[in-house]
């Protein structure tokens, strides 16, 4: 039986013959909401159950931005209901908003970019 080796000149022609992938120019970066800020407003709603409003204001940059509320509420007998809550896509910009809000203690707001 008869072995054929290859020469390191044939691999290197064969790898070459391979199509190359082309990279374009990278992607532009992601806009940016900026001068934001969050109001955080509670109020009672019923006895033992807090009612939390959250609005968040984006008053320049250029993209979109919502309001994002976690909170927790107590369920009789023996539950516990953990939620997270978003207000509407807002463009950045003055007199823009995204209000959400929740029943129940809130543990914390954000801010999320599109």
């Known amino acids: ?5 290859k020469s390191g000149a044939a ?4 790898a070459l013959a391979v199509p190359a992938v082309v ?4 992607a532009p970066a992601h806009a940016v909401p900026a001068d934001c800020t969050t109001q955080v407003t509670v109020s ?9 409003s959250v609005t968040v204001r984006c008053a320049s940059g250029t993209g979109q931005y919502r309001a994002v509320v976690k909170c927790i ?5 023996n539950l516990w ?3 997270t809550l978003y207000g509407p896509w807002a463009t950045a910009g003055p007199n823009t ?3 959400t809000g929740c029943l129940g203690t809130y ?8």
């Open 23 to 26: 990279i374009g120019p990278a």
């Open 81 to 83: 209901v953990n939620s």
């Open 97 to 99: 908003s995204s209000t």
């Open 73 to 77: 509420r107590y369920v009789p007998p």
């Open 44 to 52: 009672q709603y019923k006895p033992n159950i807090p009612k939390t």
């Open 107 to 114: 543990l914390s707001t954000a801010v999320e970019f599109a």
């Open 1 to 5: 039986m008869r072995v054929r080796v």
């Open 11 to 14: 691999a290197l022609a064969a």
